[in-house]
């Protein structure tokens, strides 16, 4: 790696600024010092380059040789582009991105007839969100490699991905929420996921004037039921809370099995210019949350039917085929009516992660604008609520003494502590958004043992199991939001990226960056045995259900209904059946029903139409998918297979003729000889 | 008989029952792009494995469908491999040495009698090709080995005994052993027979000479 005079500068004087607090004109002597002392050591050097001080076997440390497997699944959060990718550790090779919120013309995600139920809400069709957090299902508060969650921040939506497909099997649309930012964290079981709001709003009266945010306004944290077996979603309870923006949260483990924990700012309640207004207390919340208790209050019947509209996706394995159903009522509880159900923690300032080590007794707070990271004790928040140390209440949860719940501070962590991820030996690792860097630091102790830069403005971290009882401290994945000079450039927008530390030893070791799809926040990893093994291979076709599969070449068919045609086409290499079609004519509404015959280990087919405004289709083997086509000018119109299947692949081929309207053409279709 | 070769026919026929359930021949194909292995086994009455695969691909080639409802063998060969362990078990009761000549030349002819159809069918396959076939290489045939391997295009195609067939050819093996076994024990018993007789007195020897020249002559030849 060459030596960036530039980017070397610039940390330097970011760190040297923001961390000792010297005044710019000393921080800049000293770099001038360091410069001459870097020129003068790159002169002896007789190749003229220097490198940084990577450790010298990086290299060898994130090979893996061509044909052989990663030692870890991760999957990161795609951000704004609402999808979920899933990259190889240590390599970064990206294996696929899975399409969840968003629309994906590639796969046909969104367009087929079969997915496009998967992305309806109460609002209509809605081709995007944002996804934020992947939450891995627990057993025993461990990854367990059956599902992995995903987050709609936009409009709030909760998905769950089949970890054996890796394909999105399930969007719940969650009611009275905006902003679904604090989800979608899970308990040790996996008994629920939540989903908290960003955006408080109004929710009992829906139109209501902004300024009347203190008095009309609301946020509300969502426990949704993960059944057990098959995995379905439902949203078991509501909680009605003060409007607050509830932003990050974490489950208990162990002794705290029962609770869950929410960062919560702008406890100011400002709804306009939050930089600022939000920004007054020295210290807003962490909301502890009993969900046993609350399971308690809703047996005894204290959770208010609230009426709402909301969608529940579920795509069916079976038929390859989703649909939606629309809910109407959720169970909503107040915290008033409910006593012991939530409380609040101070926790200085604008807290955004908040995590819970995998002992279970420590919550940490990273308030992004604090000078300090603190570490509550689970055990002393309990005797805190026993002996009533409270500092009175709001909006009737009692606000625990910040004091009483405290197990210390970490002080001069850096700047802009944001969220933090533990290792298997007692330490925790706090992103430094600010000075852009990664502290490490000992929790129980609260010192700072190592701190490495980040290439730039680290957002999320992620230990595989890093969230979970059981770290896997091998590696440390750090994802930035600028990269600035990292890569080659690509005009004024770039990419963002992760970074890999080997964070096996005492110190932190900077092993590789890698470029990540739209913008990673969380993300979660695991050891790739606990999901590779399950991964399917084919979908097997005599267990296909779906209504307009064909099982053999022989079921092929074209069938009209009144204006709508329907054509069912048989795919197998390398050929369709029919490959040549008549008797469409313009006005009609066809429906391509297209099932690849294949039963080999990846042999996909794709499926596209000349003209037809939609998206091409990717069929897996054993599979049918539908795409619905209506053509505007009488003529014959090629298709052919859009993913390259074997040696003859550019033959795969057909002809459709449509027919001028008004016209009666006879249904005609063949393949080979007629 | 003795009864140790009484006792090791009944077995070794019984066993060949293994290849009513393990399959009793195997090709294993080899490519680049078939990392996780491509093979079909043949059984006493099926063929099972990757079938469709390699049906699919074969296409290409124009070789035939493998069909296993349209080969005949897989019918009759259950009823031969019945017969075979059902002879093998009474000619270890019966315990004649006529019956086990008898039983070791049936079993080696089926046993060529199915190596030759197998290397019929094989070749039948490997070059009865569709002229209109997308890869036509001039000259090339597909007949995959009878036994050992063999390159065709750009898949390596191994042809082995599996289990079922182990057994049998085990099974085959040990009945000629056991034939040799019997005539040439035969042989070394009437030789100690004879060193026996010395102690005997001449009148006695002669009596017995007689009997054994006589037992001798009716014993059918080795040649």
Request: with cysteine; proline share 6%.
């Amino acid at each position: 790696m060459k030596f960036n005079v530039k980017n070397f500068s610039k940390q330097m004087v970011s760190k040297i600024s923001s961390s000792s607090i010297l005044p710019p004109i000393t921080a800049g002597l000293i770099l001038a010092i360091m410069f001459s002392i870097i020129l003068l050591a790159g002169c002896g050097k007789k190749d003229g380059s220097t490198t940084l001080s990577l450790s010298e076997d990086a290299a060898s440390k994130v090979f893996v040789p061509p044909g052989k497997h990663d030692e870890f699944y991760s999957f990161i959060s795609g951000g704004f582009s609402g999808q979920l990718a899933i990259y190889g550790l240590p390599s970064g090779r990206l294996f696929r991105v899975i399409p969840v919120f968003s629309v994906d013309p590639e796969k046909g995600w969104g367009y087929t007839e079969e997915t496009k139920p998967m992305l309806m809400t109460s609002h209509g069709f809605i081709p995007w969100d944002d996804s934020h957090h992947s939450e891995l299902s627990m057993t025993n508060g461990v990854p367990d490699g059956r599902w992995i969650f995903l987050n709609g921040n936009n409009t709030p939506r909760l998905a769950r991905i089949d970890l054996k497909t890796f394909r999105t099997a399930e969007i719940l649309e969650i009611p009275n929420s905006a902003g679904n930012h604090s989800s979608p964290f899970t308990t040790e079981n996996s008994e629920y996921v939540v989903c908290g709001t960003r955006f408080s709003i109004p929710i009992n009266e829906l139109d209501v004037p902004i300024d009347s945010y203190k008095e009309t306004f609301n946020g509300t944290v969502s426990f949704v039921k993960i059944d057990p077996q098959s995995g379905n979603m439902s949203v078991a309870f509501q909680i009605m809370s003060p409007p607050f923006d509830y932003d990050l949260s974490h489950a208990g483990k162990g002794p705290s099995h029962d609770w869950f924990f929410f960062s919560c700012y702008n406890t100011e309640q400002a709804h306009t210019l939050l930089e600022v207004n939000a920004s007054q207390k020295d210290k807003d919340f962490i909301m502890a949350v009993n969900w046993k208790k609350a399971e308690e209050y809703i047996a005894q019947g204290k959770g208010k039917d609230k009426e709402a509209e909301y969608y529940h996706n579920t795509y069916d394995e079976a038929s390859h085929t989703g649909k939606s159903e629309i809910l109407k009522t959720v169970k909503m509880l107040d915290p008033k009516d409910c006593p012991g159900m939530v409380y609040y923690i101070p926790c200085p300032k604008s807290p955004h992660g908040c995590d819970v080590d995998p002992s279970g007794e420590y919550i940490i707070g990273g308030g992004k604008l604090a000078t300090v990271i603190p570490v509550f004790s689970y055990s002393k928040m309990i005797k805190a609520i026993e002996n009533k140390e409270f500092d009175g209440d709001v909006g009737g949860i009692p606000v625990i003494k910040y004091e009483a719940a405290l197990h210390g501070e970490v002080q001069k962590p850096g700047l802009g502590p944001l969220h933090t991820e533990f290792d298997d030996k007692g330490f925790a690792y706090t992103s430094m958004f600010v000075s852009s860097e990664v502290v490490k630091w000992d929790i129980k102790k609260l010192e700072v043992v190592d701190r490495a830069p980040s290439f730039y403005s680290v957002g999320h971290i992620m230990i595989p199991g890093g969230d979970s009882k059981q770290p896997y401290g091998k590696y440390l994945v750090v994802m930035n939001k600028i990269t600035k000079d990292r890569f080659l450039p690509t005009g004024p927008e770039l990419t963002q990226s992760a970074q890999l530390y080997d964070i096996s030893g005492d110190k932190m070791k900077l092993l590789s960056d890698f470029p990540t799809i739209g913008e990673p926040h969380y993300a979660q990893g695991c050891p790739a045995d606990l999901i590779s093994k399950n991964s399917v291979k084919i979908f097997k076709i005599d267990e296909n259900k779906h209504p307009h599969a064909i099982k053999s070449v022989n079921d092929a068919k074209v069938v009209r209904n009144g204006n709508e045609v329907r054509v069912y086409l048989g795919m197998i290499r390398s050929h369709f059946t029919p490959d040549v079609i008549e008797g469409v004519k313009v006005g009609d509404k066809v429906y391509f029903h297209v099932t690849n015959l294949e039963q080999d280990w990846d042999i996909p087919h794709g499926f596209a139409v000349k003209g037809m405004n939609n998206s091409e289709m990717l069929i897996m083997p054993g599979e049918t998918q539908t795409i619905v086509w209506e053509p505007k000018v009488a003529t014959v119109y090629p298709f052919y297979c859009t993913d390259f299947c074997s040696a003859l692949h550019q033959e795969m081929q057909g002809y459709i003729r449509v027919q001028p309207a008004g016209s009666n053409p006879e249904i005609k279709y063949y393949l080979g000889n007629k | 008989m003795k009864k140790i070769t009484k006792i090791l026919l009944i077995v070794s026929s019984l066993a060949m029952i293994t290849a009513f359930v393990t399959p009793l021949w195997m090709i294993d194909l080899e490519a680049p792009q078939y990392p996780e292995g491509l093979g079909m086994q043949i059984w006493v009455n099926k063929i099972s494995g990757d079938l469709n695969t390699i049906n699919g691909l074969n296409h290409y080639i124009g070789m035939k469908k493998i069909e296993p409802d349209s080969i005949k063998e897989l019918t009759i060969m259950p009823f031969v491999l019945g017969g075979l362990i059902a002879l093998g078990v009474i000619t270890g009761i019966l315990g004649k040495k006529k019956l086990l000549w008898v039983f070791t030349v049936i079993f080696l002819i089926a046993g060529i009698a199915g190596g030759v159809d197998f290397y019929l069918w094989e070749y039948d396959y490997g070059h009865d090709l569709d002229p209109t076939a997308a890869i036509v290489v001039p000259g090339m045939s597909y007949q995959p080995p009878l036994f050992g391997s063999k390159q065709l295009l750009n898949f390596t195609a191994h042809s082995y005994p599996d289990t079922g067939g182990w057994v049998v050819i085990g099974a085959g093996l040990l009945t000629v052993l056991l034939l040799v076994y019997e005539t040439k024990f035969n042989k070394t018993s009437a030789a100690k027979v004879k060193i026996n007789e010395t102690k005997l007195t001449s009148q006695d020897n002669r009596v017995l000479n007689n009997t054994l020249a006589q037992e001798l002559k009716n014993e059918p030849s080795l040649a």
